[in-house]
């Protein structure tokens, strides 16, 4: 089935740091990936639209300029977390799916990364 | 905006049918079903998705009412691998793709 990676699992960086986080489809081709964020016993909130060859789209109250997103081929998305602070620990998960160039097809559901831990001290 | 509403949490003993219900009343004709579970600390795991038919893979199967306004999501013998927060989500099968996540099920299967 389809696999996608995250890298690193678990981060831990130190208040006004930059942290890239990376998102690979391992055997398939998207042109759209999705970054999520999940804080403590919530649910995962969508952050960002990773499109590839053009710019991130963000959701409602997410930074650009503090989640640069970049999906610069078809099988990486990464994720830069620019001069972070505590507030921004979280869960990150980004997701894709292999129909990603167009509607999906019936069998192509979105498929997860494991999720990166970052941890602002 | 989430499109479903679950129960927050559900108990089930281990080897019994795990049945997770969903209420998508608001449900549009394009739109399917899709159930998700996250596991702790981990990202959420792909179960099973239907639009209109009952479906059914290795993991669980889906029935959906006739009017397709609610759900029963069912793993026929639970196992205590089975602990997670279970998502449904409705979501249109065409052009925007992104899956807006609620609050989910928390399933507890005890020994």
């Known amino acids: 089935g389809a696999v996608v990676s995250q890298h690193p699992s678990r981060v831990i960086c130190k208040s006004g740091t930059s942290v890239k986080i990376e998102c690979r489809s391992l055997?398939?081709?998207?042109?759209?990936m999705f970054w999520y964020r999940q804080f403590p016993k919530q649910s995962l909130m969508l952050m960002a639209t990773?499109?590839?060859?053009?710019?991130?789209?963000?959701e409602q109250g997410v930074e650009k300029d503090k989640f640069l997103i970049n999906h610069a081929s078809l099988t990486l998305s990464t994720l830069t977390v620019t001069s972070a602070h505590p507030e921004d620990s979280s869960f990150y998960i980004c997701?894709?799916?292999?129909?990603?160039?167009?509607?999906?097809?019936?069998?192509?559901?979105?498929?997860f990364g494991n999720g990166t831990r970052l941890t602002v001290t | 905006d989430a499109k479903t509403t679950q129960p927050p949490s559900m108990d089930c003993a281990e080897g019994r049918a795990a049945n997770l219900p969903c209420n998508h009343s608001?449900?549009?004709?394009?739109?399917?079903v899709y159930w998700y579970r996250q596991i702790h600390s981990q990202g959420p795991q792909y179960i099973i998705h239907?639009?209109?038919n009952n479906e059914t893979n290795e993991m669980a199967s889906l029935i959906i009412t006739e009017d397709r306004k609610s759900s029963t999501l069912i793993l026929p013998h639970a196992t205590l691998r089975d602990t997670a927060v279970y998502y449904c989500?409705?979501?249109?099968?065409?052009?925007?793709?992104?899956?807006?996540f609620g609050t989910g099920t928390r399933l507890t299967i005890i020994p």
């Open positions: 997701s894709a799916s292999p129909s990603s160039q167009g509607p999906r097809s019936y069998n192509s559901p979105l498929h």
């Open positions: 055997d398939f081709q998207a042109t759209t």
């Open positions: 990773s499109n590839e060859g053009s710019k991130a789209t963000y």
């Open positions: 608001t449900i549009s004709g394009n739109e399917y």
């Open positions: 239907g639009l209109k």
């Open positions: 989500i409705v979501e249109s099968n065409f052009g925007n793709e992104k899956l807006t």
